[in-house]
């Protein structure tokens, strides 16, 4: 079955520690994205990417990175200058001409 | 960045009941997404509007694209405890971007 794969479902990391978020579709949709959603924030865009090799910033960029080396896969880095990383992160993918996203199912990451 | 003004927040009903929530924008959109979001998981598409005027149903669930392009609503008919969660209007501005913007989100429950 075709479906966008977050892993893992929960992430614990230290604070001052980088830490990458995998995402992996196999739908073939050309854009990703990588979402933040806080309680009561709705969802927030971290990054996106519509083409291998090319992705842009979104509203709340600072402090993570991403790239997008293959179609299938948009790994999202946390890294330690992100102040405040505990939060829910989705990922999600969309084909070109369609305006639907496809969603993981999200990757809880705590930091202690 | 753009955000939509979805209301209300929350909503507490019992189960049985009619439920109806909305979106708004300053600015006109030319596609409508409705998504619901279970705990933990990641928000699945219940409903896509793509013209002014336009009024889709999924069973229980009935969304409309109002005519002014700048709103949409989202009703569910006869609640049932499986419909908590919380639903994501999200919207699509004309001008070529793929990028949707979403709403804060309305969080249901329903009391048995």
């Known amino acids: 079955d075709g479906g966008i794969t977050q892993s893992p479902k929960y992430l614990f990391r230290k604070e001052g520690q980088n830490v990458t978020l995998s995402c992996e579709q196999n739908l073939n949709h050309d854009a990703m994205y990588w979402y933040r959603q806080d309680p009561g924030q709705g969802l927030r865009l971290i990054y996106y990417s519509q083409i291998v090799n090319d992705f842009q910033k979104g509203d709340i960029a600072e402090g993570y990175s991403v790239s997008r080396e293959k179609k299938e896969s948009f790994p999202l880095t946390v890294t330690s200058a992100q102040k405040n990383p505990t939060a829910f992160y989705l990922c999600?993918?969309?084909?070109?001409?369609?305006?639907?996203?496809?969603f993981g199912s999200g990757t809880r990451l705590t930091v202690v | 960045g753009q955000q939509l003004n979805q209301s209300p927040q929350s909503m507490f009903i019992q189960e049985g009941e009619d439920v109806s929530m909305n979106c708004t924008s300053s600015?006109?959109?030319?596609?409508w997404l409705w998504y619901k979001q279970d705990p933990g998981e990641g928000p699945v598409l219940l409903i896509a509007?793509?013209?002014?005027?336009e009024l889709t149903s999924n069973g229980r669930l009935t969304a409309q694209f109002g005519i002014t392009r700048k709103d949409s609503f989202l009703n569910i008919s006869a609640s049932i405890p499986s419909d908590v969660g919380i639903y994501f209007c999200?919207?699509?501005?004309?001008?070529?971007?793929?990028?949707?913007?979403f709403g804060k989100g309305t969080k249901l429950t329903v009391n048995p």
């Open positions: 600015s006109i959109f030319n596609t």
């Open positions: 999600a993918s969309s084909l070109r001409g369609y305006y639907g996203y496809t």
């Open positions: 999200a919207g699509r501005s004309p001008g070529g971007s793929e990028k949707l913007v």
């Open positions: 509007l793509y013209k002014a005027g």
